[in-house]
């Protein structure tokens, strides 16, 4: 069989462009080199496939292949097939598993999807809001890590729930009286100081959600708002936070200056118990409310559902309680029992 007969007929086959030229500078060409001249070889390696040429070179409309080249070609197919559908494969995977570690979909929690929250990171047997009880929470399953916040004396956002360090470090002095790096100084029993919110931004990045609460609320001439907002804008993770706070004033604040992030007002246990009495008064930007565990009943639980918002509880430990939740058809709740949560939830 001449070159010129075989370009044809692997055209004729159906062969593509990038796959002639494959084949052509690649297996066929020892055999091409033996068994054509080098006119038609040039005329193979040229992409011949065109009417014209085919005319001007009376090349049959009709040729056949040897067997070992049709099995070739078939082969050739047959893996670029695989190949192709390997791929389409591969990124659609990748394209779900970016969609559930970025952005937040709040329609997509219920009571049979609840948001589960890492309540401190690990607290029963890390450091509370130490990078370890992070890491622990996150390897356990959990999508959602909790940081409360405290201005220091530098108004430096520190991830801490108290202000007075004597609970969490056994040292009498309060956060927003101390420089940070003053702070950094006093370590937990791992080894690990305070942490800064930028440095837990850098850390985990967008591979995990934040639910962040504002605790100095209002003071300052809203220095800790405004802070916040800067950093989560300065890290580009606005699709991976949730803002909280048992503060309305501090919540409305943050919304007027970004109003794309979805905010959680918390309720202590009067106003849990009550909340049907000031359920009206909670403006429709604050989506997820929180009840105090103690307060969490088919009642209160049902005057927030009402409303179309996630209704969620705080902080919910043993299997009687996270049975309760999933019986009251809560959408979510904070925990420090991640592992255990999470098992309940399958």
């Known amino acids: 069989m001449m070159a010129h007969e075989l370009g044809h007929a692997l055209l004729h086959?159906?062969?593509?462009?990038?796959?002639?030229?494959?084949?052509?500078?690649?297996?066929?060409?020892?055999?091409?080199?033996?068994?054509?001249?080098?006119?038609?070889?040039?005329?193979?390696?040229?992409?011949f496939e065109n009417d014209e040429a085919m005319t001007k070179y009376q090349i049959p409309d009709t040729l056949s292949l040897p067997d070992e080249m049709e099995r070739f070609i078939k082969k050739q197919k047959e893996i670029s097939m695989i190949f192709k559908t390997k791929m389409l494969t591969i990124i659609f995977l990748s394209i779900v598993i970016l969609s559930a570690c970025t952005n937040i979909?709040?329609?997509?929690?219920?009571?049979?999807?609840?948001m589960v929250i890492s309540h401190r990171g690990s607290p029963v047997d890390y450091p509370e809001h130490s990078f370890a009880g992070y890491d622990d929470a996150i390897n356990k399953g959990s999508r959602y890590i909790e940081q409360d916040l405290i201005l220091s004396k530098d108004n430096k956002l520190v991830v801490s729930h108290d202000n007075n360090l004597k609970r969490t470090l056994g040292i009498d002095i309060n956060i927003s009286d101390t420089n940070y790096n003053e702070l950094k100084k006093y370590k937990f029993k791992n080894g690990e100081h305070l942490h800064l919110l930028n440095d837990v931004f850098k850390k985990y990045g967008n591979d995990v959600n934040y639910v962040i609460e504002t605790k100095q609320s209002g003071n300052k001439n809203h220095l800790m708002e405004n802070e916040l907002l800067n950093v989560v804008n300065g890290y580009n993770l606005e699709n991976n936070i949730i803002l909280q706070s048992f503060s309305l004033e501090s919540l409305n604040y943050m919304n007027k200056k970004d109003n794309t992030i979805p905010q959680m007002l918390l309720l202590d246990d009067k106003k849990s118990e009550n909340i049907n009495t000031i359920i009206d008064t909670i403006p429709t930007n604050v989506k997820i409310i929180t009840l105090s565990g103690n307060k969490m009943n088919k009642k209160t639980v049902d005057v927030i559902k009402k409303t179309d918002r996630l209704a969620m509880a705080y902080t919910l430990n043993t299997k009687?309680?996270?049975?309760?939740?999933?019986q009251l058809k809560l959408d979510g709740f904070f925990t420090n029992e991640t592992e255990r949560a999470l098992e309940n939830k399958k």
């Open 320 to 326: 009687t309680q996270i049975e309760k939740a999933r």
């Open 13 to 47: 086959k159906g062969v593509n462009t990038p796959f002639l030229r494959n084949v052509t500078t690649g297996t066929f060409i020892p055999r091409i080199e033996k068994e054509a001249n080098q006119f038609a070889f040039k005329l193979l390696l040229n992409n």
């Open 105 to 114: 979909n709040l329609s997509k929690y219920d009571s049979e999807n609840p």
